[in-house]
């Protein structure tokens, strides 16, 4: 007896298997999507800044994504890499500058907000953070004023 019950359940399974197969995708035809991908690879993107080498302004360029004002003006605070430090380049950017805000002007002018007063940074700090700022705006030249804790600095443009 108990192996007719066993056929019958397995037989029963099987059915339920079978049935349950023949659902789901229907076959179709190909379905076109255009022209596959032409033309050159996109360039790698890159990130300006500007340190300081034996007390000038010096442009680096870093291989990466291209990040966000905040971020970029971040990486100055950072400082240089090692890499960069062995050639040489400081930062006078202080770590307690950031975080940094940005507010994007008409006619290719930002104002740039820190997190610590404008008028305790050196001319050096303050040229980094314009010219790094104004790396980012197609207009040229651009105007950048540096504010933060309620002193602003006036607008000014990259030094190159």
Request: proline letters at 10%; hydrophobic letters at 40%; aromatic letters at 4%.
């Amino acid at each position: 007896m108990r192996t007719g019950l066993a056929r019958r359940v397995l037989a029963a399974g099987l059915v339920s298997l079978m049935a349950a197969g023949g659902c789901g995708v229907q076959p179709s035809d190909a379905i076109s999507v255009g022209d596959p991908p032409s033309g050159g690879v996109a360039p790698p993107l890159k990130v300006t800044l500007y340190l300081v080498k034996n007390g000038r302004l010096s442009a680096v360029t870093r291989p990466g994504f291209r990040l966000s004002y905040t971020d970029t003006l971040a990486l100055l605070a950072a400082g240089p890499t090692a890499r960069e430090r062995s050639h040489g380049l400081t930062t006078e950017v202080p770590p307690e500058a950031g975080p940094f805000s940005v507010t994007a002007g008409p006619a290719g002018h930002l104002v740039v907000t820190l997190s610590a007063p404008a008028g305790e940074l050196s001319t050096l700090a303050v040229e980094q953070i314009v010219c790094t700022a104004a790396a980012w705006v197609p207009e040229t030249p651009a105007q950048v004023t540096v504010a933060g804790a309620g002193q602003g600095l006036d607008p000014r443009t990259c030094p190159d």
